[in-house]
């Protein structure tokens, strides 16, 4: 589960019993009603972390989870799935505190999960957010889309929909083909709107969308031809509105161009390919504005 404060997006892991399954990163915090858990059947798990996110999901089981702290060893013996709630940078760590037995696996987290052989990874995008810590999440369910846009996927997606569902929040579960495409979808959302709020101090992501629509819109478009290209997939009609949408319903979220490496990095990446090989810039307007903001 991967982001800000409480971004918007998640870097997650699901680990399992016979794999490890890393789910991408949730940053929100939940309240949830004893009698929700209880009415839906939600799976136990392992929590790795104890912060916002951490607590969030804790409070959507039944109590019968076990929550894992920053530096202590996941345990081998549980049956369920492991949750990982900590930023990108800390998955190393967490990866290397959990046994190998256990391996199946909001950003970009697939060239991580390729690096350390988990290609096939369990993982959770989320669409949803949490202003302050102990306020209810802001579901991602906007004018375009009323029925959410939260998914997963992978073995312990059903489970982790349960959980969420248990917690007020929609989550759909889909195949890989179609969870790649609004994985890629939500990292174009967050990768462009975070630095045309850069290029603006103090605007909000819906600041972003009211008064430099056509900014961001020119951002998306490119950053999407790059990722079409490059995937080797055809996106959904539609996808400025989506995310303007998406924008609109946590408008007031702040801006901020960081944690490159899992959000912009890696569309400066296929720039840098193209380049070394001679050939033009696929994000120019990207590639112009990063370097604008001495971010390159």
């Known amino acids: 589960m991967a982001t800000a404060s409480v971004s918007p997006t998640i870097s997650s892991l699901f680990l399992s019993p016979s794999k490890l399954s890393l789910p991408t990163r949730f940053r929100f915090r939940f309240r949830v009603r004893a009698s929700s858990a209880m009415a839906t059947k939600v799976v136990p798990?392992?929590?790795?972390?104890?912060?916002?996110?951490?607590?969030?999901?804790?409070?959507?089981?039944?109590?019968?989870?076990?929550?894992?702290?920053?530096?202590?060893?996941?345990?081998?013996?549980?049956?369920?799935?492991?949750?990982?709630?900590?930023?990108?940078?800390?998955?190393?760590?967490?990866?290397?505190?959990?046994?190998?037995?256990?391996?199946?696996?909001?950003?970009?987290?697939?060239?991580?999960?390729?690096?350390?052989?988990?290609?096939?990874?369990?993982?959770?995008?989320?669409?949803?957010?949490?202003?302050?810590?102990?306020?209810?999440?802001?579901?991602?369910?906007?004018?375009?889309?009323?029925?959410?846009?939260?998914?997963?996927?992978?073995?312990?997606?059903?489970?982790?929909?349960?959980?969420?569902?248990?917690g007020g929040l929609s989550c759909q579960v889909l195949d890989k083909e179609s969870f790649q495409k609004q994985m890629l979808e939500k990292l174009i959302w967050i990768a462009a709107f975070m630095l045309v709020g850069a290029r603006h101090p103090g605007a909000t992501v819906g600041v972003v969308e009211k008064e430099y629509r056509s900014e961001v819109s020119s951002l998306i478009e490119e950053l999407a031809s790059a990722a079409a290209v490059e995937k080797g997939i055809v996106f959904d009609e539609g996808m400025e509105d989506r995310l303007c949408a998406y924008s609109r319903a946590v408008s007031h979220f702040p801006t901020a161009a960081k944690e490159f490496k899992w959000r912009n990095g890696w569309f400066y990446s296929l720039s840098q390919k193209a380049v070394a090989e001679g050939k033009p810039d696929p994000c120019p307007l990207h590639t112009e504005w990063l370097k604008e903001l001495k971010i390159v």
């Open 45 to 166: 798990a392992v929590i790795v972390g104890g912060g916002r996110v951490g607590r969030a999901l804790q409070d959507m089981g039944c109590g019968d989870d076990l929550l894992v702290k920053r530096g202590e060893p996941v345990p081998l013996d549980f049956a369920g799935p492991i949750l990982v709630c900590t930023r990108n940078d800390d998955l190393d760590a967490v990866l290397e505190s959990t046994p190998k037995s256990r391996w199946s696996v909001n950003g970009m987290l697939e060239p991580w999960f390729q690096s350390k052989g988990l290609g096939d990874a369990d993982q959770v995008l989320a669409y949803f957010a949490v202003s302050k810590l102990g306020e209810p999440p802001i579901d991602g369910k906007t004018d375009t889309n009323p029925e959410g846009l939260t998914a997963a996927y992978g073995r312990w997606a059903s489970a982790v929909a349960a959980r969420l569902h248990a």
